[in-house]
């Protein structure tokens, strides 16, 4: 209980103050999430794309790694919440001459900044900065290494309670390289937490994590067993870029094996959505006739996610929709 | 007749949509565009420079070709116009990991963008991008290749207009690197379009386009004979970065034949006008008596760009000024 | 009379219009820098983090060195004012594509920009500019080469001034690296324009500038000596970077002779509290039981340094504090 109570994340009333990851949370937290989102969805249609909610506040991009979609996102988000943005880029300013990154954070911190939006390529990076921050400051995590990319699964449960309703009556399947996602990692707590009547991972063995069954997933190996009835199909891009020594035989391989084509979404419920996290490889983890095909909610994904990242800005900083009255200019 | 109905400029009303070359237009829209511009030319000296037309629009300066002085006239005229404003720089940044451009532009729409503006080294791409987007998205060419630079062109337009009135009575020089210069090519349809009573271009041959009469422009290649008599004399940038082989003995030599000197300008009409779309090349293309001049307007180009970028984005997003009324917040 | 009429940093009636350096400006200037701030030191900690003062305005960050925080600092400071900030990165922008940089200044004047903060890596670069902008535009001098930093030095009287009220009273010692620090010469001539009781400068001979007495301060060349009775003390980053040839043993020593430690401080008074412009280097010019003990107001100056900025840019704008009224939109 006691350690319960320190979940970094929440303040000492249970409210979310800092969001690191989707483990720790329960689903309370998270179906407030969607309904603060919920409550956001319909601002991007407005003539005036704006609210005045966080004006005032100073929201600092902080990547450490170059992510130009989705620094783009959370820069929306902020805007659109009428906040101050800046963003700061350390991968390829000279930010650091010498300095440390907590002398940095707090120099961030005394120039009165409410929140850091943070893009680390280290696991864990968030939650060492939050770990660190003043009482005053709070932490977004928009992707730490192997480990979280928590705004995106939300925006993903987002979209899956949007087309499906009740988690309860959903069977998932995540398909593709789940060993070297945070976001298969993050979706998977996010599923389970929301009570998901069943969420299966489809991988080759090598591109899974050791263990992955005690996440609570089922593993399938055989991707037309793995899509077998399912509501909602997950792909996730392929990390090129990650993999370390010769897990896959080659990109085509992969593909005739675990690209989703209409052929293997033949085995999926016939209303069953496909997402993905973009940026899509065509032809590799996805067919493009799927990919632009209507069963495809990619696009949208991306459109919630803007309304989920304005839900859990307005959140830690202790102000949800209906919290503006009272301010002074 | 269905053609022109089909011009992907203008909408099924003729309203302008997209702004992406002077061609295609005709002298209804311009007019319309520069008596815009009109409005907003007083905005710049206001104490507080800025009108809530756009506020809450999503303007996103999509870069894939460097410049800053372009991207600094567009970004200030989005925030003029209160518009929230995302900097895109695709040469340098990593945006596009793998990801086609169609993707990487339906991923800003779906972040519910309002208007791309677009600068790029291919000719083209401008209206490929506008071929593609959805129908809430808007996009204007800032400059694509050797193709066109219609705000340019339309700025310059402007600034005629300001000082000489009707187009009919003039006779207007371009001189200098017609065949590599998007900016001439624009400003040829411009003046056209509007009437112009004589439109000359200036050049060794080596520096024109094949067939640049059939434009409808006079050809010159002696400097005293192209200037005599003309009202307005513009000098175009010697794009050295863009010859392709030995077109020009030495930039010594241009100066010689086709620098615009107080000697050159004085075969131009007393109260003849001198401009440039800037950036000047001292002593190459121009002469500092002249660029720093009384006949000069280099600069004040410069200040009702800004009025003229306003115009084009309020009219490609269907809110002329007059327009801001029942706005909710 | 004349010469002094002739400041370059005052208008005809003797208010600030540029902000170049400490050098030719009097006790009063000083002193209502210093008042204008305190009125903005709330600004940081009210629920919105703004006021209308400078709505409208366009600042631009003009840097020619890339310095992430000094720019974030007037960004910040610009923002809160509720001016539009444009930032130009010229060090790493294609900005000036043989375009003399009077021909830059000139267009970004033409686009009716209000202020220029500008940094540069020589000394006297914005005293150039100043001379050369147009009347309506203001600069401010973020960091010239060795020569001045003043935004620093006002924001560190300013801090002084609220832990020790009048500067009649005081001993100040500055310590380290005095011959490469811009931030030194702003500070004592800050220092000295009010008054301040004794300033001292402690260093090795190898790191003090020629004459340095004549700036009206004491040399010492021990620690101890130095920093005797001390009110204030100001540790200086050692700026490694510019270090041309061996003017030090080793980093080691320096520490060992000149570092901030607990056991050095105790020579100061018991109140005595420790500055530093950052970043500092642990271990170097500072101890790290010093720089976040309880003497320390290092990061306390990052946030008065907000308010400064705030107070200097409002000035050179003809706008203080309570000059809101009348604006139209």
Same mark, same amino acid.
């Given at each position: ?28 937290? +998270? ?44 820069? +929306?988000? *902020? ?45 864990? *990076? ?88 005690? +996440? ?72 493009? *006739? ?40």
């Amino acid at each position: 209980m006691s350690l319960r109570r320190q979940n970094p994340q929440l303040d000492s009333e249970g409210r979310l103050r800092h969001f690191l990851s989707i483990e720790g949370l329960g689903r309370t937290i +998270l179906t407030e999430i969607l309904d603060t989102a919920e409550s956001f969805a319909g601002v991007g249609s407005q003539q005036v794309k704006k609210v005045p909610l966080l004006r005032g506040k100073t929201i600092v991009n902080l990547f450490f790694e170059a992510s130009t979609r989705t620094r783009t996102t959370f820069e +929306l988000a *902020a805007k659109r919440l009428s906040a101050d943005v800046l963003n700061i880029n350390i991968a390829s300013s000279a930010a650091v001459k010498g300095e440390s990154l907590l002398d940095m954070l707090h120099n961030l911190e005394a120039m009165q900044s409410d929140l850091f939006v943070v893009r680390h390529s280290e696991s864990g *990076a968030a939650h060492f900065i939050a770990r660190h921050v003043a009482p005053h400051v709070s932490v977004i995590n928009a992707g730490d290494g192997r480990h979280a990319h928590p705004t995106q699964a939300m925006l993903d449960m987002f979209t899956i309670r949007r087309h499906k309703g009740d988690f309860g009556q959903l069977r998932v399947a995540i398909v593709g390289d789940i060993m070297h996602s945070r976001v298969a990692r993050s979706q998977i707590h996010a599923l389970t937490t929301l009570g998901t009547a069943e969420v299966r991972v489809v991988a080759p063995a090598t591109l899974l994590p050791t263990a992955v069954e005690q +996440l609570g997933v089922h593993v399938f190996h055989d991707l037309a067993e793995g899509l077998r009835d399912c509501d909602v199909v997950i792909g996730l891009r392929l990390q090129r870029e990650r993999m370390e020594g010769a897990l896959l035989p080659s990109e085509e391989e992969f593909f005739e094996r675990y690209g989703l084509t209409e052929r293997a979404l033949a085995h999926a419920r016939p209303d069953a959505i496909v997402m993905h996290p973009g940026p899509i490889n065509r032809g590799v983890e996805i067919d493009s *006739a799927v990919a632009d095909g209507p069963q495809a909610v990619i696009l949208e994904q991306v459109t919630l996610g803007i309304a989920v990242r304005m839900a859990v800005m307005s959140m830690v900083l202790g102000r949800p929709p209906g919290a503006e009255q009272g301010e002074t200019t």
